[in-house]
Every structure is written in C-alpha cells, then in structure tokens.
C-alpha cells in the first residue's frame, strides 16, 4: 500500500524523525546519537533498531536467493519516509531487485542497474506478475523431455531425468528469448527455474549442495555426494516451479498487485557500469538506496556459474565487469566514480542511502571511506544510521556491539543534495 506517512523533505526533520524514533509503540529503545569525526568531517550516528531483522518481515515476493543482497525492510525504510507517490528510485547495484520491488510495491517508479544480467532475469519478473493459472498453462505447454542431455557434465547434481527435464526448458526459454516470443510468464518461470537450480532440500531441483545463492564446482558437488553418501534423486521440475511461485505469491496485497501493475511497467534495467548511467537523466532521481561490493568478499561470476549456464550466459564476460577490489584504495577509485554519476542523476533536495559494512574481520570500515567521497562529489553528509538489532549501552561505540562481522547490523551512509 502507498504510504500517507508524512515525507520528510529536510535534514533538520530527518534529525528529529530519528532521534525520536520508536520502533513501535512498545519500544523503549531510543535512539542513540553520537559524533566521532573522519579526515575533519563531523559525522553523526544515529543507532537503534530502525527496522526488523525477521526473515519473513517483508513481501513473499523478496524470497529468492541471491549473494550479498540486503533484507527489503532497508530499502523501505528510506523509501517510505524519504520519497513520495510517482517518485523515482534507484540502485545502481540492483543484485536481486530488493530496492525496485520495494519501490514499486509503495507506487513509486524504479530504475535498477547491474553489470551483472541475473540481476534483471531475478528482478524484472518480480514487478510484472503473472496469475498461478498462466503460469500452469505455460508449463502445460512445454514438452519437458527427460531423454535430452545437457552440454555439460551436471550429473553429480541432478537425477538423468531431471536433467532432461531442465534442459528442455532452458532450450524452450533461450528460443522464446531469441524469436523475441519471450513474456512475463516465460520470465516468471525464468527467474523462478534459477532460482531453483541447486540448494539443501527437496524444493530444489538438486540433489543436497549449498544454499542457493552460490553453486558449487562439479569437483567439490562430487565429494560432497561421497562424503553424504547421496546420488541425485528424480525432482520434477513442473512441480517446483509451479509450487515456489505460489510461495513468491501468496501474500501480495490487492493494493500492492495495483502498484505493480501500475508502477512495474515503468521499471527500468540498466546493465551498465555503475559509474556510467548516460541512460539516466541529470536530477532525475529523488532517492537512491544501495549497498555496493564488498571489496572481493563475494565471488559473484563463479559463485552463479550454473545460473549463467541455464541462462546462456557467458560467466566469464560477467567476470571481467564485476568490482572485485583486492584493496580499499582500489575499491574506493571505484566508488568516487559511482557518487559522480550519483550526485548528477539526484535530483536537488534528493537523498543517497548507501549501505556498506565491516570487511576484513573488522579491520576495515568502509563508511570511513564513503564519507569523503560522497562529500567531495557535491553531496552534503547527513549522517550514518547504524540499524542495531541487539541494543546495548555499549552499542554506541562504534564497532562495538554489532552482531557478528560483515553487514548483519547495517550501516547506512546518508547524503543529501543541496544544489
């Protein structure tokens, strides 16, 4: 449902707003504020539990796997009180579609970028949905024939049968794509079919691997089915897709399906350099909400090669465009380039909600980084939000208190634009 909480359009509102901040009405967290200061900046932090850690808190529609994605309470966070009705929002790392799907799902229009070209097979489907009855249809008319062989050795992952039965519908989906047939329900059936390609129990196509956001090497599947002492068993393929669509379904809104229908349409992909968006226009965008690679912690091309098989994907041209920077220095070069491209598509009054976390077993704090860049770009600092799910006293000493490393207790780095 569109939001009618009032929008906050001043960093002196977002203040107040913050720092009175109450999770519900039975919370006694407040929040706390401090200020430290990075390379004679004054920065303010504002630490409590701004939105919930719950798996299941959010639309049945983010329930798909994919690496390094944040939860969708993020996104909405900042969209619901930052933007408005027929706003545009954006993610230059759209990954799979959190900030688009959120974006659509409270009407407001969504632009997502990623070199990587999953990020739009994951997301597009998820912002023009089809019915359960056309999607069984499709299925119906596909000639799923268990005899076919795949061009590759999968047969550590999957019974012959199944086999079969996924590359009979990786030829129908590559054909329909390049006779230019392809629809929303063959994207649906897509993006779903991936995302059921491998993981750790029988709703996958697979036999027992890791979980889904990452495939494991053909070597490593084999010792994993010795040291399991398993082999592939029969999964129909049919049955899973038809099943993990009505989990993706089943608790969209009336008024939500409206949204989509309405705002889904305009959702654009973009699979460009982050850094170079010309087919973004200049203070075009009201809100961007995004959490960009982690220096090299994931391995997007090698962890998805599966994925890009299925998809005729070439993985090692994704390879060759992903940001895999060994160094901060490196990666830092990358980002001032990112916030160029930002400061020129947001519009003037409009905000940038950049997400990044603790790296190399908290040695690193990459916020100490973004800050710089993100002001010599032209953007004023607001401040950090640091989402804490376990409020202590200590948690006000930063990098005290967080959960774990990595990005479990988010940090937010909040910049808006003056001129």
């Not at 049955?239 to 379904?249: A, E, G, V």
């Not at 920077?325 to 909600?353: I, P, Y």
Request: charged share 25%; net charge positive; hydrophobic share 35%.
């Amino acid at each position: 449902m569109i939001s009618q909480n009032k929008i906050i359009s001043s960093a002196s509102e977002l203040n107040n707003y913050l720092t009175d901040f109450h999770f519900d009405e039975t919370s006694d967290k407040k929040t706390c504020v401090t200020e430290t200061e990075i390379e004679n900046i004054r920065v303010k932090k504002y630490i409590n539990e701004f939105w919930t850690a719950k798996q299941r808190g959010a639309s049945s529609l983010h329930e798909v796997s994919y690496r390094a994605c944040f939860k969708p309470q993020l996104p909405r966070f900042f969209i619901d009180k930052l933007t408005s009705e027929g706003d545009t929002v954006y993610d230059p790392f759209g990954g799979r579609g959190t900030t688009i799907i959120e974006a659509a799902l409270l009407g407001r229009r969504g632009i997502s970028n990623d070199v990587n070209p999953l990020s739009e097979i994951f997301a597009s489907p998820r912002i023009s949905l089809p019915e359960i009855d056309e999607i069984e249809k499709r299925l119906d008319e596909i000639n799923f024939d268990k005899s076919k062989t795949a061009d590759i050795d999968l047969s550590m992952f999957y019974h012959s049968d199944t086999l079969g039965e996924i590359v009979s519908l990786r030829e129908y989906l590559i054909e329909r794509q390049k006779s230019g047939r392809e629809d929303v329900t063959d994207k649906w059936i897509k993006m779903t079919a991936t995302n059921r390609l491998t993981g750790h129990s029988s709703g996958f196509f697979s036999v027992y691997t890791l979980p889904p956001n990452q495939a494991v090497s053909p070597k490593r599947q084999m010792k994993i089915n010795s040291d399991r002492n398993q082999i592939p068993a029969y999964r129909d393929v049919k049955k899973i897709i038809i099943k993990k669509s009505k989990q993706l379904l089943r608790n969209i809104s009336d008024a939500e399906r409206d949204n989509l229908n309405k705002f889904g349409k305009d959702g654009r992909f973009i699979n460009s350099d982050a850094g170079s968006t010309s087919e973004i226009g200049n203070n075009t965008v009201q809100l961007t909400v995004t959490s960009p690679p982690f220096l090299d912690i994931v391995q997007y091309s090698s962890d998805n090669w599966l994925r890009c098989w299925f998809n005729n994907i070439d993985v090692s041209e994704i390879g060759k465009k992903i940001t895999v920077s060994k160094t901060v220095e490196d990666w830092s070069n990358v980002m001032k380039n990112v916030f160029k491209e930002l400061f020129r598509v947001t519009k003037k009054g409009g905000w940038v909600a950049f997400e990044v976390g603790e790296v190399r077993n908290k040695s690193v704090s990459l916020d100490d980084y973004v800050i710089p860049i993100g002001i010599k770009a032209g953007f004023s600092l607001f401040g950090v939000l640091v989402n804490s799910q376990k409020f202590t006293k200590t948690a006000n000493i930063w990098g005290v208190s967080n959960n774990s490393c990595g990005t479990n207790s988010n940090r937010v780095v909040i910049f808006t634009k003056d001129v």
